[in-house]
């Protein structure tokens, strides 16, 4: 990730910590990059951290719809022991 085009802020999801973290990745010695967005959340029953990462390589493309897309997809994340209220 380039450290300097990254936003991490904190946030409550279905009564659940999470922190997102949304910025710029690119690969190291060659040219490929693009926008990311992830997701921490805690699993306080199981004693983990959950974490799900969306990355965009979509060269010539506009990448706006695709961020929006993948960032939908994240909020969509069920652990097993979670319901839908």
């Known amino acids: 990730t380039d450290t300097m085009f990254v936003d991490v802020y904190d946030t409550e999801y279905r009564q659940r910590y999470l922190q997102i973290a949304k910025g ?4 190291e010695n060659d040219m490929m990059g693009g926008p990311f967005v992830s997701h921490q959340m805690v699993d306080e029953k199981n004693g983990r951290v959950i974490v799900a990462e969306a990355f965009i390589y979509a060269p010539e493309s506009l990448k706006r719809d695709l961020m929006r897309r993948m960032e939908a997809a994240l909020y969509t994340l069920q652990l ?5 209220k």
């Open 80 to 84: 097993p022991q979670d319901t839908i």
């Open 24 to 27: 710029l990745w690119q690969m």
